[in-house]
């Protein structure tokens, strides 16, 4: 199983410095020109800074970058999760239907009121509820199911499924909403990591750092599980078990990312495959921290694209990375080498 | 259905507006034999140009009343739409261009600010059909709606066809978002239904907007009442922009609220930025050209409201906590701090319908009045704002 490997230690040792290399490029890089020295100035507390640098250096440009290092890994962790459970290379962090269910919650809030009359309006961190509530509806939807059935593929087609139906209710609310409401809920799925600051950086650091330690933990069991279900039960484990961490730590990394930073398509899917490419292995022990980091640096490099440095534009993230992701993706599907885990 | 024509251009208000329609009608003449020269001097006198709107005149020679909308959506380019105003029993009602029956009788209405039109001219009595019902703010248009005179007929894609046929309007009166917006349209004329667009929405001068109340005078043959109605706005307008105009220097003045990270911020040629400029403000994006709206980064907004003197037109927002609500960082904005946010929401029905958009159309001059009180005062009570409130 174990062909030529690129020494892991050497694959930490570059990504460490990538990401720090990255993590300042996306702090010093946006629309509003800020000096280096303001940069500098600020990090060895230097009072003489400009107000204007300052406001924007510390509550727009910081949380934005931890919240691209959130996003990025706890999506491409997750994707890894899904794609071992599922042993299906396309699998994502999206294939419970984990951002429908988000989708859903952020439609009734933000398009509820004007379409059915039923909706309420808290402002952002309302549409952080909603689509928190809409993705752990779906999670325990799918763990409900999980328990009484057993082959997996059902769960993925349920999982799908349940993502339709949710799909289907969010087109009528769409359908019956305001202009302004309905441009709101377009916005929102196009994602967007700037929108998360202070204390809703606290709640969402929290809950994807216990996602990715629930993980790392299961690195071991992913292993045997990745060799087969029955191979996994004759080894003693309870898949069934197994299965249902796996779900919660994949909700909790997918659904609150979903939930502060939109849908992000793509990162989930490709990030894995890029380690894999570059690793050759399928221990999990190593797979996982690896596709953490790159997951959180190529989240990183998204954004600063997405700035479009010197404009005075944003593209959506969503975009960006899905123009990232989607070459990787084409050439998992036509390179003939089969998926690693087999 | 669409005409392309120049006959009634080429006697126009200023000289910028006279040019295209110079050049257009010069492209037609070469490749029309039917527009001769002297057809178009003799309908001099009988144009009625307006002054400051751009998107219709009115052609009355000939004792026929033809209204010509110019561009009526977004991006539309030399197109013209010729309606024709012509008694329903007149023999040759069919043979005209778009006919529209003489004077209308029964209306349906596709947005709000043809309401306050057709209501400042005395002919709410007039309207039988209106699109989203539950918006309307007007008290005598809700008399009408409450004792089911005039009903909801629904929305773009979603019209009640059905419905509206069984009202038999004389005319539908529409407003047209973009060239693929209009397939609605077409249905209703397949129907055999008279179908108008106004374009009202689309002047970029606050009182060319309320010009088109001339359009409306026609249809319901009283032209001298929308003209008389007009000139009262129009002198009460310019005199507010001069009290403004007293003032030595101008409060900086920050608009709307983001879509989570992208902010719109409208071009100089906009309207509302024109409102701010005569209300004496000045407005922290002039640098953008033109009328349409930019995508500008959070980030650039932030830097401008930093040191803003005055936040207007928050949109949703109609509290303080509103706008934290929003994104908690916009708390150091200075207008935040020195508590100068205002925001169009004072007269609100309970379906969110906003006067601002209703009769703001019609009344420039109160939404200038209260942009001079905002602009101009250190303490603004709210008694003395119209469409405005200040938040708390």
Redo the contacts between chains.
Sequence with gaps: MKRKRTPVLAFFGIMGVLILLLFVLDIML???NIPFKDFWGIIIGDEAVS??SR??LI???LPKVITAILAGSALAVSGLQMQTIFRNPLAGPYVLGISSGASLGVAIAVLGS?AIGLGF??????VVLAALIGSMLILLLIVAVSIRIRDIMTILILGIIFGMATSAITSILQ??SSE?SL??YV??TMG????V???QLWLFSGLVIIGQILAIALSRPLNVLSLGENYARSLGYNVEKIRLIVFVSTSLLAGTTTAFA?PIAFIGIAVPHIVRLILHTSNHAILIPSTLVTGASIMMLCDVIA?LPGS???LPINSVAALMGIPVVVYVILSKKRFAQH | MRSYSGKNSLHLFSLNQIIPYFLFALVLIFASCKNSQTEKSVQTDNNIEPKYAKGFNIDTSNKKITINIFNPWQGAHEVVYKYSLVNKKNPDFNKVDNPIPYPVKRVICMSSSHVAFIDALGQSNTLVGLSGTKYVYNPNINKEIDNGALVDVGYDQGLNYELITSLKPDVILCYGVSEESLSYLNKLKELGLHVMLIGDYLENNPLGKTEWIKVFGYLFGVPQKADSIFNIIEQKYNSEKTIASKYQSGPTVFLNTPFRDVWYFPGNDNYFVKMIKDAGGRYLFSNLKGSQSYPISTEIAYKSGLNADVWINTGTAHSKADILKFDPRFATLAPFAKDKIYNNYKRMNKNGGNDFWESGTLNPHLILHDLVTIFHNVDVQDSCLYYYSKLK
């Design positions: 946006g629309s509003v107000n204007v406001q924007i509550h727009f440009r004007s309006w808290f402002g952002q961190i309302g359908y019956f302004g441009k709101t916005i929102w967007s990591l700037s929108s600051n202070g204390s939109g700035q005075n534009l944003v």
